[in-house]
């Protein structure tokens, strides 16, 4: 048992498991109920969540570590922990279900029971992959995301759901089958040269770096090739997204299922989490390449964004877009770059999460989800029109609101690294141009301009209003005092870069 | 002539099954025509007698040392023994649905089960041979057992003579094999290679036409053509059972001719290297164009078979109880898959993917049961069958052959996509049929491997307790 006393992250993942169950075999027509106990475990998650964070203690590695035997044979445990860089991740999970819950107030009740069910397994499965620490464990919460999202998709999603739920499974799956087979060739390499089956990262890692296990280049690389891929396509970085804008433009127009989807960063957080403390050399020879694949994601995203008449499609593109700079942050393998990526990430979370409620609370109107439809918002709900100008600053990177920080750690990161540099900053600056005019643009287009006859918008409703507030307000509050989330990450971030800095 | 002595304690499982069989056939005689579902129970009940007695089996070898017992033989015999238990099972339900319930079918689903035995006892090139005879003959005529109906003929025949030709270059490659080392007897073999006391030519000759002989049995590329008309044709229940059985006893029959190569089974490593990809990767493309839901599964166990012989080809005793786990999690999802097949076939058949659409809405618990098949047949966590490729995996790494689990990631990427999109289709679409009603022995099938599968990817080592795999 842990410091804590109780089993604090196994609760984490068990708490939204066990109430989808109970959501799945609840009585078809108790519809409050099904969704009280939706609401009652994720605002739960959300309380062990914040008592994870406020009971860290400001050092590195992993606390509150719950291991269990799982097949001792090859040295399978389960083991799940907390720590600087995965302790926001997992707060920003919890957080995004009520988000998400909220979103989904408006689908029809007959169909809500599998739909509340699907969302908190996809928490349950997420919050895994983000706090496992043994790489099979990892893989297997990796992968356990695409099921309930694909069923969610499929079942409940708009417009070409089949295909889109099929690309969604078999796009990403394809790269994780890599990730496999690098974890297995991993794990026997260092039980041959070691002789211990381990498939805990920590333990790995130093193995790796301390020279205790020592691979030929050319393994270490394609070892990394199957992490890279993986993560790759699920980050996404361009040339290997075109899963997400297709999925996005099929899941519900409420935006539920983006909301929760928003956590689907894992692949990110696998890149720092796995493939950095692995494979540090091959990262640093991958890492011009990859600024390369980041700053195309950033400005290509970018300009595809522009001609968008499905808001969700151009949300999709905007979150492509500002993994760009995770990715930048994250090859920078500086302390400014990791702190930025996860920052960004958090932010990601947090700004096209309030996005997504925006255009929820637009799609309802019979302009749907084209912005071109909608017109002089602003005046017809002067609030709604506040917060979503916030928002969409926030988004782009205004000094002052938590995107900013973020793009600015990232690109400092770059810039301080010696795999990347100078040059990179200039492509990711040309980006951040690109990203204000698209979302300027579409805040024009739908808030500005002469009230639209066929679409008029009425004032957001108080819950609505309240939601939109209190994401503002932490928007604000992390813009003007990054340090709230940045204090918690430093130890972990500085530990990691320090333990694979080349000698 | 004396008779050889025989350990009836070591070969209990066979004699139960056979002689079993043969004593079915005839009470069978005075069950009449409409109550042959207690042919059916009597066949279940001489199947868990015979899994039973496995414990108590001593090991070793006997009737010449021509038939042994050991904690492999033990593992498999169990599997094949569950395996005939669940298709009874299923088939006593499925086969009165269409009207096919002839009690020589639980018989010769018996005498198959003692093939199968066989195989996984033998010890001699001869028993090898038996076996396969006795399994491939009766499963002949339980593939056209379904007759007027001519899909099930014509499937019928076509596997007996593709088999007969199997069993024909397994037939030569003993002949040569007896020929270059002048014993049948699978240790003695062992022993000459290093001698060097045999004909090196005709020997590679002869274990080169044995394995062909076997490939054609497990469905190995390139000698898997029947299997798509062969399953598509048979009855739901006999298919269900033709895909797991004879896949494990032919696969342990492979593994016991390999064994005998010792370390001159680098010299063959290359070949079957190429079989195991070519039939991961051939099984899973062509998968892709079926409709048929059988067609499709039959592609699918060529790709599987592909996987099983990756692991094989190493040789490594880690590497055949990886072979074996891999086996037992194919043989749940199988019949999981099947299953649900069968409760769906009313007066077609031959189920496409289209009849899928919409039987989440008609069936949630049997789409559930699907949906578990299917990610286990993907290789999606947390299945038996994850875990069972992770295994297989392992191995290839494990004996510095990665570049195979490289074409098997690949195998495995491609097979997602028909999987998956069988998912969706469950998923979504409607669909006007009444809900399916699944009978009580289909329910008690469907829930042992649904608990089997999801068994064996959240507590993987209680599936290899189960079959007392030593670990």
Not at chain 2, 293 to 301: D, E, H, I, T, W
Not at chain 2, 389 to 412: D, E, H, P, Y
Request: hydrophobic residues 55%; contains cysteine.
């Amino acid at each position: 048992m842990n410091q804590l006393g109780f089993p604090l992250v196994t609760l984490l993942i068990a708490v939204p498991f066990v109430a989808g169950l109970i959501v799945l075999l609840a009585p078809r027509h108790a519809y409050g109920l099904q969704r009280g106990i939706a609401s009652i475990a994720a605002i739960a998650n959300v309380v062990l969540a914040v008592i994870g964070l406020v009971s860290m203690a400001p050092v590195a590695g992993y606390q509150f570590v719950d291991s269990m035997a799982w097949f001792p044979a090859i040295g399978l445990k389960y083991a799940v922990g907390l720590d600087g860089i995965n302790i926001w991740m997992v707060i920003i999970a919890t957080l995004v279900m009520p988000l998400a819950l909220f979103a989904a107030r408006t689908q029809p009740h007959d169909r809500q029971r599998g739909f509340y069910a699907l969302l908190m397994m996809l928490s349950a499965s997420t919050i895994g992959a983000f706090v496992a620490i043994d790489l099979l464990l990892f893989y297997v919460f990796f992968e356990l995301t695409l099921v309930p999202t694909a069923m969610l998709i499929a079942m409940y999603g708009v417009g070409e759901r089949k295909a889109a739920a099929i690309k969604f499974f078999v796009y990403p799956f394809v790269g994780s089958i890599f990730l496999l087979v690098s974890i297995a060739g991993l794990v026997i390499l260092t039980w041959q040269q070691t002789g211990v089956w381990s498939f805990d990262s920590v333990a790995l890692a130093g193995a790796l770096n301390s020279g205790a296990v020592t691979l030929d280049e050319q393994v270490t690389h394609l070892l990394f090739a199957g992490f890279f891929i993986a993560f790759a396509i699920k980050t996404p970085i361009w040339p290997f997204h075109t899963w997400m804008p297709q999925a996005q433009a099929a899941t519900p127009d409420h935006g539920a299922v983006d909301i929760a989807g928003l956590l689907l960063k894992v692949g990110a957080f696998g890149f720092i989490r796995f493939a950095l403390p692995f494979f540090p050399q091959s990262m640093s020879w991958a890492a011009p390449a990859v600024g390369i694949l980041a700053i195309i994601s950033i400005i290509y995203a970018g300009i595809v964004a522009f001609g968008q008449h499905d808001m969700k499609v151009l949300l999709s593109y905007a979150t492509i877009s500002h993994l760009g700079f995770v990715i930048l942050g994250i090859f920078s393998q500086t302390v400014e770059g990791i702190s930025g990526a996860l920052l960004t990430m958090i932010n990601s979370g947090l700004t096209t999460g309030a996005l997504f409620v925006i255009v929820g609370i637009l799609a309802r109107n019979p302009g749907g989800r084209d912005p071109n439809s909608f017109g002089g918002v602003w005046a017809s709900a002067p609030r709604f029109g506040t917060l979503a100008l916030v928002v969409v600053f926030a988004s782009i990177g205004v000094p002052g609101l938590n995107g900013f920080i973020g793009e600015f750690l990232s690109l400092q990161g770059a810039w301080l690294s010696p795999h990347l540099g100078f040059g990179y900053i200039s492509g990711a600056v040309l980006g951040i141009v690109v990203s204000a005019a698209y979302l300027l643009r579409m805040f024009r287009t739908v808030f500005m301009g002469a009230v639209s006859a066929t679409s008029p918008v009425a004032e957001a409703s108080k819950s609505e209003l309240a939601v939109l507030g209190v994401l503002v307000i932490a928007m604000v509050v992390i813009g003007l005092y990054p340090q709230l989330i940045l204090q918690s990450m430093q130890p972990s971030i500085t530990a990691l870069v320090s333990g694979i800095s080349q000698p | 002539m004396a008779f050889p002595s025989i350990d009836f304690m070591m070969i209990i499982q066979l004699v139960i099954v056979l002689a079993g069989a043969t004593i079915l056939l005839v009470v069978d005689l005075f069950i009449p025509a409409g109550r042959k579902r207690i042919t059916a129970v009597l066949a279940l009940a001489i199947t868990v007698a015979a899994l039973v007695a496995g414990n108590y089996a001593t090991t070793g070898t006997t009737l010449s040392a021509m038939i042994g017992f050991g904690a492999v033989s033990h593992a498999v015999n169990t599997l094949i023994l569950a395996a005939t238990a669940l298709s009874i099972l299923l088939a006593s339900d499925a086969l009165p649905k269409h009207g096919i319930e002839r009690s020589e079918t639980y018989v010769l689903m018996l005498l198959a089960t003692g093939g199968m035995l066989l195989l996984s006892q033998g010890t001699s090139l001869a028993t090898l041979f038996l076996g396969l005879e006795l399994l491939s003959i009766a499963l002949y005529v339980l593939t056209a057992i379904a007759f007027p109906d001519v899909a099930s003929e014509e499937a019928g025949l076509k596997y007996l003579i593709v088999g007969s030709f199997g069993a024909g270059f397994l037939v030569f490659g003993i002949a040569l094999t007896f020929g270059a080392t002048g014993t049948l007897m699978l240790s003695e073999i062992a022993a000459k290679i290093p001698q060097n006391g045999i004909e090196r030519g005709y020997f590679w000759v002869g274990v080169s036409m044995m394995l062909v002989g076997f490939g054609y049995k497990v469905s190995l590329v390139p000698f898997h053509m029947w299997t798509p008309d062969v399953y598509q044709g048979a009855p739901t229940p006999i298919t269900a059972y033709m895909s797991v059985g004879s896949k494990v006893a032919g696969f342990i029959a492979i593994v016991s001719v390999l064994q005998v190569l010792g370390s001159e089974l680098t010299t063959l490593r290359p070949v079957l290297m190429a079989l195991s990809i070519a039939s991961m990767l051939v099984g899973s493309i062509v998968a892709i164009s079926q409709q048929s839901l059988k067609r499709m599964l039959a592609y699918s166990s060529i790709s599987h078979a592909g996987f099983v012989m990756m692991a094989i080809l190493n040789g490594t005793p880690a590497s055949i109880e990886a072979a074996i786990f891999y086996l037992t999690a194919y043989t749940v999802t199988n019949l999981a898959a099947f299953a649900v097949l069968m409760v769906l076939e009313n007066n077609d058949t031959d189920l496409t993917i289209g009849n899928l659409g919409g039987l989440w809405q008609r069936n949630p618990g049997l789409s559930a049961v699907m949906a578990l098949a299917l990610l286990s047949l993907a290789g999606v966590p947390p299945t038996a069958g994850f875990f069972a490729k992770f295994l297989v995996i392992s191995t290839a790494w494990q004996n510095g052959i990665a570049w195979v689990a490289v074409a098997a990631a690949v195998s495995s990427a491609i097979g997602a996509f028909f999987y998956v999109r069988c998912l969706i289709q469950m998923l979504s679409g409607h669909s006007d049929v009444a809900p399916a009603r699944i009978p009580v022995s289909t329910l008690i099938v469907v829930i042992a491997v649904s608990v089997a599968i999801v068994l064996g990817g959240l507590m993987p080592a209680s599936v290899t307790a189960a079959l007392a795999l030593a670990q």
